[in-house]
Each structure stands twice: as structure tokens, then as C-alpha cells.
């Protein structure tokens, strides 16, 4: 199914029925077919919605670079166009960052929040990052001065390229020129001065071995946000609940219903 929001045309299904609505939202580079074991667990006893963020899956590109804010206005109107206001958000990374956001922003529209892995807080870079950091930009400096010696032709552009794909992420890498205007803006979000405006009770899921977004994230979350509790996967990467699947939804099934279905 598709709907036409914020300029964009996201592509979402529903599985299930039964209160309380659940909503799900992926990670970056991933899709729907990421939750698909948990859409099967919770529909034996919700309506579960899952969707494509924009750029993902079936969606469309959004129709400009997005950041955070713009990812979760999307989000909430379609639980408004779906009447599923209240719902219950399980978000995981990037997701996690758009759960948040929306949670701060639109309170009325979330019922209880779990995260896994979330993405949206910004550490203090080390020194060997901010020394890569700094030789990236000393890099670009030059090539950016050679553009200026008009008789050398794509030399310039060739070096920033071949700068980008030294010192870029892969997910940055993966991206076209447009869509990495996108992906700069979202990891560029900072929510941890906003996390005690959450007001969702929040559970966090995570991986203690998660090098994507490590632990101290949760940890702070957990200590930042008013109704909090974390619950650490041991052993777990950043897909921990992937990796630990059936306990992952049995928590999952004693946050939201109280018991099991299994």
C-alpha cells in the first residue's frame, strides 16, 4: 500500500489486528523485510504497520535533502492518515533516531516507545578520528584550491572523489550526491538535549556489542529519559535483535501485552 506524505510516496503494509496498534521503523539502508519474524510475532495479537522510509524499500525519494525532523513529520502523518494515533513505536537505529523525534515532537501521537540500537546522539571524537578528520580536510583544502587552476580539468574532481571514498562511511559511500546531502543531515542530529522531553515510556534493547551505536548511547538515553529502563543484550551487535530474536520478542510481547504469546 502507498500514501502520498510530505512529497513523498511511502510504501507501508499492516499485518494483524488488536490493540495496541504497533509501529514499526527501520534502519538506515534497510527495509521492511528487516522486521519481518517481529511483524509475524506481534500481529498474533496487534495491528502491526510496518513501512519503507523514504529512499528505501518501495518509497520514493524524499523530494529534498531530509533531516530528523523532516523523516518524522512523514511518520506522523501517515499514523494520522492510518487513524492509528497512540500506537506503540519500536524503532531500530536511524528508526530509533525518527522514534525518538517523533515522541519529542508529536507526544500525543506515541503510546509506549522501543528502541534498539537507536541512532540520534553525537560522542566526543577521538583523537584518531579527529586526526583523520583533519587530514580529510587539509585534502579537500588542496583540491578545492586546484579547482581554481582552471587548466587542469577534472583532476580536481577526481581527488575529491577519490577523498570521499577513503574517508567516507559506506553507508555515505553507497549514496548518490543528492541522497548523501540526506544522510550528512541525519547523522549530524544530536537529540541528547531533547531526551528528557520524551514523555513515552521507553524501553531499550541493546546490543553490548554494538559498534554502530555502542552502548554508552543506551546508557545515557536510559539516565536522560524520565521513564526509562534498559535491558543489554549481551553479546549482541547492532542487529542484537536479529541475533536474539525469540527473547528480544518476548520482552517485546511482556512490555506491550504484559505476558507472552508464544
Same mark, same amino acid.
Given at each position: !500500500?502507498?500514501?502520498?506524505?510530505?512529497? %513523498?510516496?511511502?510504501?507501508? =503494509? $499492516?499485518?494483524?489486528?488488536?490493540?495496541?496498534?504497533?509501529?514499526?521503523?527501520?534502519?538506515?539502508?534497510?527495509?521492511?523485510?528487516?522486521?519481518? %519474524?517481529?511483524?509475524?510475532?506481534?500481529? *498474533?495479537?496487534? *495491528?502491526?504497520?510496518?513501512?519503507?522510509?523514504?529512499?528505501?524499500? $518501495? +518509497?520514493?525519494?524524499? #523530494?529534498?535533502?531530509?533531516?530528523?525532523?523532516?523523516?518524522?513529520?512523514?511518520?506522523?502523518?501517515?499514523?494520522?492518515?492510518?487513524?492509528?494515533?497512540?500506537?506503540?513505536?519500536? &524503532?531500530?537505529?536511524?528508526?530509533?533516531?525518527?522514534?525518538?523525534?517523533?515522541?519529542?515532537?508529536?507526544?500525543?501521537?506515541?503510546?509506549?516507545?522501543?528502541?534498539?540500537?537507536?541512532?540520534?546522539?553525537?560522542?566526543?571524537?577521538?583523537?584518531? $578520528?579527529?586526526?583523520? +578528520?583533519?587530514?580529510?580536510?587539509?585534502?579537500?583544502?588542496?583540491?578545492?584550491? /586546484?579547482?581554481?587552476?582552471?587548466?587542469?580539468?577534472? /583532476?580536481? =574532481?577526481?581527488?575529491?572523489?577519490?577523498?570521499?571514498?577513503?574517508?567516507?562511511?559506506?553507508?555515505?559511500?553507497?549514496?548518490?550526491?543528492?541522497? *548523501?546531502?540526506?544522510?550528512?543531515?541525519?547523522? +549530524?542530529?544530536?537529540?541528547?538535549?531533547? /531526551?528528557?522531553?520524551?514523555?513515552? #515510556?521507553?524501553?531499550?534493547?541493546? &546490543?553490548?556489542?554494538?559498534? =554502530?551505536?555502542?552502548?554508552? !548511547?543506551?546508557?545515557? !538515553? =536510559?539516565? +536522560?529519559?524520565?521513564?526509562?529502563?534498559?535491558?543489554?543484550?549481551?553479546?549482541?551487535?547492532?542487529?542484537?535483535?536479529?541475533?536474539?530474536?525469540?527473547?528480544?520478542?518476548?520482552?517485546?510481547? $511482556?512490555?506491550?501485552? &504484559? &505476558?507472552?504469546?508464544?
Amino acid at each position: !500500500m502507498f500514501l502520498d506524505l510530505c512529497g %513523498a510516496k511511502l510504501h507501508f =503494509e $499492516q499485518y494483524g489486528e488488536g490493540k495496541p496498534d504497533v509501529l514499526l521503523l527501520h534502519g538506515w539502508g534497510c527495509s521492511i523485510e528487516t522486521w519481518k %519474524a517481529v511483524t509475524n510475532r506481534l500481529a *498474533r495479537r496487534s *495491528r502491526v504497520t510496518v513501512i519503507d522510509f523514504p529512499a528505501h524499500g $518501495q +518509497s520514493e525519494r524524499p #523530494p529534498e535533502p531530509w533531516g530528523a525532523h523532516e523523516f518524522s513529520e512523514q511518520v506522523a502523518a501517515l499514523i494520522r492518515a492510518l487513524h492509528i494515533e497512540g500506537c506503540d513505536v519500536v &524503532g531500530h537505529s536511524h528508526g530509533g533516531r525518527i522514534a525518538l523525534t517523533l515522541a519529542i515532537e508529536h507526544p500525543e501521537l506515541v503510546g509506549k516507545l522501543a528502541l534498539t540500537g537507536a541512532a540520534g546522539l553525537k560522542g566526543k571524537p577521538t583523537e584518531a $578520528q579527529k586526526k583523520r +578528520s583533519e587530514e580529510y580536510k587539509r585534502l579537500r583544502g588542496i583540491a578545492d584550491a /586546484l579547482d581554481k587552476i582552471r587548466l587542469l580539468g577534472p /583532476l580536481p =574532481e577526481k581527488m575529491r572523489e577519490a577523498l570521499r571514498k577513503k574517508y567516507g562511511s559506506p553507508d555515505y559511500n553507497a549514496l548518490d550526491a543528492e541522497m *548523501r546531502k540526506t544522510f550528512v543531515k541525519l547523522v +549530524s542530529t544530536d537529540l541528547t538535549g531533547r /531526551l528528557g522531553e520524551v514523555k513515552a #515510556p521507553t524501553l531499550l534493547l541493546w &546490543g553490548t556489542n554494538d559498534t =554502530e551505536t555502542p552502548l554508552w !548511547m543506551g546508557r545515557i !538515553m =536510559e539516565k +536522560s529519559i524520565p521513564d526509562c529502563a534498559l535491558v543489554e543484550l549481551k553479546g549482541g551487535s547492532h542487529f542484537a535483535f536479529l541475533e536474539q530474536l525469540g527473547f528480544f520478542c518476548q520482552v517485546l510481547e $511482556q512490555y506491550f501485552y &504484559g &505476558g507472552t504469546t508464544a
